[in-house]
């Protein structure tokens, strides 16, 4: 059964660094989303993309976040100056519109 | 704006006994509705969905949902829970009027199973 792919698994990065979190969807899939999911907290809806580029962002999205789909089959989100906050866990999702999404595993993020 | 309330933080269960996860949701019309399980350390697991019709739906791992749109409520039950049923399990609604609509989440559940 196709699935969603993360990598890396778990990222440690220091407060400030770029860090590059990737994603290959589901190939027949053209809608893309990330979330994260702060240590014990709920899942959080950071932004959806379709067509190369973005349809939905909400208000943690902000300058820092970029994503881009670099070619046919990888979904990245890049944050450009990594803070203590960013500490969570990312995942990835695909969908073909509507219905149900289709969650990676997730990558741990840790900023120290 | 939608959103997902799930009034239980912390539930404890007997193998073997029955289990109802509650979750309420404000949302303007008949949203679409989900359930997600997450198992420690792994990611969101699809249990099931509901998109319209039978308000009863069926998933994986003998789970099942009741969609009652009186209530505004998509409670998750299963009659007989086993050890590896311990998780979280968070309700999520989508909007069904566009398309690449976001998920909202709530809070999430976590279930714990006594032997």
């Known amino acids: 059964e196709p699935e969603v792919t993360q990598t890396p698994s778990h990222q440690v990065t220091q407060m400030g660094q770029e860090v590059i979190l990737r994603c290959v969807p589901i190939?027949?899939?053209?809608?893309f989303y990330w979330y994260r999911q702060i240590l014990g907290q709920k899942v959080e809806f950071l932004v959806s993309?379709?067509?190369?580029?973005?349809?939905?962002k909400s208000e943690i999205f902000d300058d820092q976040f970029s994503v881009e789909r670099p070619d046919g089959s990888n979904f990245t989100l890049k944050i450009r100056s990594t803070k203590l906050e960013d500490s969570a866990m990312y995942f990835c999702a695909s969908n073909t519109g509507t219905y149900e999404q289709y969650f990676g595993p997730g990558t741990r993020l840790t900023v120290t | 704006a939608q959103s997902v309330t799930q009034p239980d933080i912390h539930i404890t269960v007997s193998e073997g006994a029955s289990l109802e996860l509650r979750c309420n949701y404000s949302y303007g019309a008949t949203p679409y509705l989900f359930w997600y399980v997450q198992s420690p350390g792994q990611g969101l697991q699809l249990l099931l969905k509901?998109?319209?019709?039978?308000?009863l739906v069926q998933g994986i791992k003998g789970f099942e949902a009741e969609f009652k749109r009186s209530q505004s409520s998509f409670n998750l039950r299963k009659p007989s829970v086993h050890w590896s049923d311990a998780a979280e399990y968070f309700c999520a609604v989508g909007d069904p009027s566009g398309t690449a609509s976001k998920l909202t989440f709530g809070t999430g559940t976590r279930l714990q199973v006594t032997l």
């Open positions: 993309f379709y067509n190369n580029e973005i349809s939905e």
């Open positions: 190939s027949n899939h053209l809608y």
């Open positions: 509901y998109f319209s019709g039978d308000t």
